[in-house]
């Protein structure tokens, strides 16, 4: 185990901060399941935060000048290039304090929040570069599966069948031909020291892993599922359902991957059927019989993979309690 | 007692950047930048510079480090090139735009294509626009003063400054340079203090949506200070003379007294067209050169003023703006002229791209072509010099 981790308490529902580095009035759409993860993100880490977001839609809805939904220090630069805006503001820190020009005792977390289009696709060489320097950072990927900023186009996250702008239900193809990229491999094959899935349907979960990420030293990751009623067509009251269902379908499993060993936070041994899942999801309704059954068997081996990685650590589940 | 150095004009400005006391460093190598980037790095490995260095992926990634660490309260240095520039034009304009006290050293390459790693100005000339303020250097001495002036002047103005220095002609020669006393320079450029900066304790929004109603307003005020910064640059070359009795002008000229003719020049290039005056003025001819050392904010006035009486100005690009009405710099000098009531003629050649010679012979014989002029109008707008045919 990590020494950083050693003494690691958790938040449980009776000690959970008062505190917001996110205050409301942002201009997120209604149900908005990726502005939820970051809000719970920004509770775990507290106010010693200096926080990064990449261009989409957390940018968006949160800064339209002269307003601002950040309670902590937060710049924005471009789209694709956060993590190294980050090993900026980490090294600037490491300089200044050991030259003693600044006077802070407690570590001062450095954050990113990034989408998946920042994460998966234009920003990858940006994110490998800073993971594999080391710098000691959190990076926070809200997945919500396309690029909803500019008008829910399909990305490298995008699951395969979904209907976006760019990947639409036509005639003859239909919908996403590819399956989602697997990031968090790619992540940890950084070697990294922490590496984690979170998902806000487990709110308790997700401030656990960003409170561990920011303890531990050098970078973290963690691959957030973040839900969006209005690319997904979705309820807006079913954005936590739509979430909840994406771990029991063993679609969005949860794990931990620390110094390299895999960790399944929670063990889905009676998983529902994808079907449950995509049903409640508009991006999902042109499918096939064929094409749902193709995405079943194949969350079935994703799943099978993963159990197989975290049983060769002789641990396949931590205790945790979100209900 | 100050002592002069014999040192590579890249190794001189490294030393200088570290004599800075720079925070962060963060870059990427290209040619011809390389030896900047090297040496800096050594002196922190070294222990000789107490530095964070952030060896990036890539130059957009350098130049979005600088941006974090500025936006900290870190004084930082970037440097590169041609490709690495353009990898990194993004960000030059949100550098600016944020007000970060951003310093790099610009070593002057062509940009491809055609690849080519040799000296030319296509490169700066890319980011014309971008918000920064721009020196260029002649010689190996000015490339380092010119780094202590970047520092001083980025720090008040909170703009970006970008030093320019020729590829190889002038970054890779071994040049007699003098470094200000670490005491002097400790005073003249006093540890970075930036009010509105990455702080928990005082946190604030940087990098906001700037919405229709915000944006113009936004854009003004950037436009204000780039402009404003020019007082604020003549000021840090008054205390740097007085500290070292070297002189440095926005614009500087070379025996225009009485010059009938003159060519206006930036950057090393300058020294082989005042060879060539030298060698005129010996046979009488009244020829002298205008030298712009500031670039951005264009020094409208003093240009004015360096040009004298002359009766053709014969501006000198290296870099071709594709379908304009002239090279970048050639098309600025109209500009400024049409400002004025001196109308001299102008012509305007575009030389030296991509490391091509323009020796102190090619300066005579582009003197003796601008004397043509006076007696007969240029017969195109602008000319590239010495194509083979
Ligand atoms: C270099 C560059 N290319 C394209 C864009 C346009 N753009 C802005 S946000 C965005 C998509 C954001 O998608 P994602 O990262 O998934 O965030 P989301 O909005 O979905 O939360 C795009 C394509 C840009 N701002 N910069
Ligand atoms: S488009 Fe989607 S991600 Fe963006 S604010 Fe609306 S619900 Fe949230
Ligand atoms: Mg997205």
Same mark, same amino acid.
């Given at each position: 185990m990590r020494p950083e981790l050693k003494n690691f308490k958790g938040f449980t529902l009776k000690n959970l901060p008062e505190y917001e580095g996110f205050a409301q009035g942002h201009r997120a759409c209604q149900g908005c399941g990726t502005v939820l993860p970051l809000r719970l993100a920004l509770k775990a880490l507290g106010p010693n935060t200096i926080a990064v977001t990449s261009t989409g839609c957390m940018e968006i809805v949160s800064s339209p000048f002269p307003y601002t939904s950040w309670n902590v220090p937060w710049i924005h630069v471009a789209f694709e290039n956060s993590a190294t805006v980050a090993s900026g503001i980490e090294a600037a820190i490491k300089a200044l304090k050991r030259k003693g020009k600044l006077k802070s005792k407690e570590k001062i977390n450095v954050v990113v929040f990034a989408g998946d289009g920042a994460t998966f696709d234009i920003g990858l060489q940006w994110l490998s570069g800073a993971l594999e320097r080391g710098h000691d950072f959190v990076y926070i990927c809200l997945d919500n599966?396309?690029?909803?900023?500019?008008?829910v186009q399909r990305s490298g996250a995008t699951p395969f069948g979904a209907h976006t702008t760019t990947s639409p239900a036509g005639k003859i193809i239909k919908g996403q031909t590819t399956w989602k990229k697997n990031l968090m491999g790619i992540v940890i094959a950084h070697n990294i020291p922490y590496a984690a899935t979170a998902n806000p349907a487990f709110p308790i979960d997700l401030m656990n892993k960003v409170k561990k990420a920011a303890l531990v030293n050098g970078p973290a990751f963690i691959h957030v599922y973040a839900t969006c009623p209005t690319g997904w067509g979705t309820k807006s009251e079913d954005s936590l359902l739509t979430a909840k269902l994406a771990v029991e379908t063993r679609v969005f499993p949860l794990y931990e991957v620390i110094d390299g060993k895999y960790i399944i936070n929670r063990k889905v041994d009676k998983p529902k059927p994808v079907e449950e899942y995509l049903k409640i999801q508009r991006r999902f309704r042109h499918l096939t019989p064929e094409q749902i059954a193709y995405i079943q068997e194949r969350v079935n081996q994703e799943y099978e993979k993963l159990l197989k990685l975290a049983e060769s650590f002789g641990e396949t589940q931590t205790e945790q309690k979100d209900e | 007692m100050t002592k002069k150095f014999a040192k590579e004009v890249s190794i001189a400005v490294a030393e200088a950047v570290a004599q800075c006391k720079v925070d962060v460093i963060s870059a990427y190598p290209i040619t011809p930048q390389t030896h900047i980037v090297e040496h800096l790095a050594e002196l922190v490995n070294n222990g000789e510079l107490d530095a964070e260095y952030i060896p990036v992926e890539s130059e957009h990634a350098a130049m979005s480090a600088c941006i974090g660490a500025a936006a900290t309260g870190a004084r930082t240095f970037t440097s590169t090139s041609a490709q690495g520039l353009l990898l990194m034009y993004e960000t030059l304009f949100i550098a600016s735009g944020m007000r970060l006290p951003i310093v790099m050293a610009l070593v002057n390459r062509s940009v491809s294509a055609p690849i080519s790693i040799w000296n030319d100005h296509s490169d700066v000339m890319s980011m014309r626009d971008a918000g920064w303020i721009h020196f260029f250097a002649e010689n190996g001495q000015q490339a380092v003063d010119l780094i202590y002036h970047a520092y001083k002047v980025a720090e008040k103005t909170l703009l970006p400054v970008a030093v320019n220095i020729d590829g190889?002609? !002038?970054?890779?020669v071994v040049e007699p340079v003098t470094f200000l006393d670490q005491n002097l320079l400790d005073k003249y450029l006093p540890p970075l203090k930036i009010k509105y900066k990455l702080d928990p304790k005082n946190p604030i929004t940087i990098g906001a949506i700037g919405v229709p109603e915000i944006y113009t307003e936004a854009k003004k005020a950037q436009d204000e200070a780039l402009k404003a910064s020019y007082k604020i640059i003549l000021q840090a070359w008054k205390d740097f003379e007085k500290l070292t009795g070297r002189k440095y002008l926005p614009v500087e000229t070379y025996q225009m007294e009485d010059a009938e003719v003159a060519i206006v020049i930036m950057g090393s290039l300058a020294e082989n067209a005042m060879n060539a005056v030298d060698i005129l003025r010996a046979k009488g001819k009244k020829v002298g050169v205008v030298r712009i050392r !500031?670039?951005?904010?264009?020094?409208t006035k003093d240009f004015l003023k360096a040009i004298g009486k002359v009766k053709t100005l014969c501006v000198v690009d290296r870099a071709v703006s594709h379908g304009?009405?002239?090279g970048p710099v050639g098309i600025e000098v109209r500009s400024a002229l049409y400002q004025s009531n001196k109308r001299p003629r102008v012509l305007n050649l575009i030389a030296g791209l991509s490391g091509r010679d323009v020796t102190k012979e090619d300066f005579v014989e582009i003197f003796e072509k601008t004397f043509e002029t006076l007696t007969k109008k240029p017969t195109t707008p602008y000319e590239i010099y010495g194509v083979k045919e």
């Open positions: 599966e396309a690029y909803m900023n500019t008008g | 190889f002609i !002038l970054s890779h !500031l670039w951005r904010p264009f020094p304009a009405t002239g």
